[in-house]
């Protein structure tokens, strides 16, 4: 007996393949919506993660900020005091070289023979101004001046003659630079 089969298998069958296909695309779907959940939360971790850190950075940078502030000030201070340590140090020196200046033109100063009116210091400028018996006594004192470690560069800057109490003096103004021998 032959059988008729009238059943459109064909048909089924390619529906049964469609509704596998669909099952696969759907699922296909669904795992990639799901991918890109996990992804988004993934992301939405590390976002909230680097705000977190970026904000415990800022703390962080507040704090620091207080410290910088504090050490610029000591800075500034520091500078300061060593600006006027520096001052002190140098009157100290200019005070001492005073003072040796003063027993180097007191030292060599020829008694008897020479006398000074008026020593005047500016700076390192030292200004000599008196009176002598002659031109040897102020060509050798500016020999005895030029010998000296804390006087240099002496110069006659004016040498005129005098009458004092009716004998011929000669009055001279002496130059020099003082300096700190090393």
């Known amino acids: 007996m032959i059988h008729i ?3 459109p298998v064909r048909e089924i069958l390619r529906r049964k393949k469609l509704k596998g296909e669909i099952s696969v695309l759907i699922a296909t779907f669904v795992g990639v919506i799901f991918c890109l959940l996990i ?3 993934w992301q939405a971790s590390v976002i909230q993660n680097l705000k977190d850190e970026e904000a415990r950075i800022n ?3 507040q704090q ?10 000591m800075e500034e201070e520091k500078k300061l005091l060593l600006t006027r340590v520096d001052v002190i ?6 005070s001492s070289l005073t003072v040796h200046v003063l ?3 007191a030292t060599l100063t020829p008694p008897g023979r020479m ?3 008026s020593i005047s210091q500016n700076g390192n400028q030292l200004m000599l101004i008196g009176m002598a018996l002659d031109d040897q006594t102020i060509a050798k004192y500016m020999e005895e001046l030029e010998k000296s470690s ?4 002496v110069s006659l800057s004016s040498s005129a003659m005098e009458i004092v109490a009716e004998r011929n003096l000669k009055a001279f103004t002496v130059s020099a630079q003082v300096t700190m021998p090393e």
């Open 89 to 94: 140090n140098k009157l100290k020196q200019s």
């Open 5 to 7: 089969n009238l059943l």
């Open 64 to 73: 620091f900020a207080k410290i910088l502030e504090d050490i610029k000030k």
């Open 59 to 61: 703390k962080e940078k």
């Open 39 to 41: 992804i988004q939360f």
């Open 115 to 117: 006398w000074l009116k």
């Open 150 to 153: 804390y006087i240099q560069a």
């Open 103 to 105: 027993d180097e033109v």
